[in-house]
């Protein structure tokens, strides 16, 4: 039996995500229950993606530990998106993670809203509108706006929800605003809700992104934007396919 010398990091699924402006957060106030909220807020800031596996394990042990804990992350996402209580909290950590704490973490909480199936046009448009604000402004290289980039991640997966001309548009925006080295693995996001929401028309931008982070990887030796472009074909591929399009 092979075994792996050192410490072993394993690459679980990872989730990308952003948060929400001041003044279109909608908190939620009334009926909130703080041992409640403290439960939704560890079901929600999920482990890192990256795991140290201890020295000398087998190939079989990591790949059964891997397996054991995509079965976890399974059900902890099942449990976010099903439970019919949690969308209250969820916007109340929202406020708490982007307006209050300033934290990049916000894109945990995106992340989590964006796997709910019952989100209201009217617990969108405050998302929507804070996509359209950040867009506006061009990347700071400082990292003055560091907490935009966490947002707009975050918020594409809110903007795969739901298919719509808007949505399409707003991922674009962000896919868009990715065109810098340092931002190489925002790319990932938007490219993975058009994936889902996107048309046609969306191909085009998808395919240039690609090239461009495939020219980035290889000018830089760049490992995160060639698994940046790895996702974005991977993406492409599956919008490809789904609206028919000739690989």
């Known amino acids: 039996m092979k075994r792996i010398s050192g410490t072993i990091m394993v690459v679980i699924s990872t989730l990308q995500l952003a948060g929400v402006g001041s003044a279109q957060v909608q908190t939620v ?10 439960y939704v807020e560890r ?15 087998s190939n079989e042990e990591v790949a059964r530990e891997k397996k054991r804990l ?45 796997l709910r199936n019952d989100l209201s046009e009217e617990e969108v448009a405050p998302i929507k509108n804070e996509i359209r604000s950040i867009t506006k402004i061009p990347y700071d290289k400082s990292g003055n706006n560091y907490l935009d980039n966490f947002y707009l991640m975050g918020a594409s997966k809110v903007l795969g929800t739901k ?22 693995a925002m790319a990932i996001a938007p490219a993975e809700a058009l994936s889902r929401i996107g048309t046609s028309r969306s191909i085009p931008s998808l395919a240039s992104a690609l090239r461009w982070l495939q020219l980035v990887a290889k000018a830089n030796n760049d490992e995160t934007a060639r698994q940046a472009a790895f996702r974005v074909s991977r993406s492409l591929d599956t919008l490809k396919e789904r609206v028919g399009v000739a690989q």
């Open 163 to 184: 298919k719509s001309q808007e949505n399409e548009e707003l991922a674009l925006a962000i896919l868009d605003r990715a065109r810098d080295p340092a931002l190489a």
């Open 29 to 38: 106030k009334a009926g909130i229950d703080p041992a409640r909220l403290a």
């Open 70 to 114: 995509m079965a976890m992350e399974a059900k902890r996402e099942m449990e976010i998106q099903s439970s019919p209580d949690l969308k209250p909290y969820l916007f109340h950590l929202l406020d708490r993670y982007y307006i209050q704490s300033k934290s990049p973490d916000v894109v945990q909480v995106l992340s989590a809203i964006g």
């Open 43 to 57: 079901l929600v800031m999920k482990p890192s993606d990256i795991v140290p596996w201890g020295e000398n394990m």
